[in-house]
């Protein structure tokens, strides 16, 4: 098995542009340390849609502030 790792902040600057093209390097799994904004947010749920298979960490105290912080306009419909 291989494993590659990208860290942002050391192999890239920001997280977004390396998510928008991760699919690239056609991964198997996507781990991420922490989903932060709306933008990471549609990145993520792109690459899962695409049938990868991601795993993150919102952290509880921050669910309910990231969830009613988020205009109406910009409201997520995932449907399984």
């Known amino acids: 098995s291989v494993i ?7 192999d890239i600057k920001e997280g ?6 991760i ?3 056609n991964p198997e799994v ?3 340390s922490d989903i932060s904004d709306m933008e990471t947010i549609l990145a993520v749920l792109k690459i899962a849609s695409s049938g990868h298979l991601v795993l993150s960490t919102m952290p509880l105290s921050r669910c ?3 969830r009613t912080g988020y205009p109406a306009t910009q409201t997520l419909s995932i449907a399984i």
């Open 30 to 32: 996507v781990v991420l």
């Open 16 to 21: 977004v542009p390396a998510l928008k093209n």
């Open 4 to 10: 590659d790792q990208i860290e942002i902040g050391k």
């Open 64 to 66: 309910a502030q990231k």
């Open 23 to 25: 699919l690239h390097q």
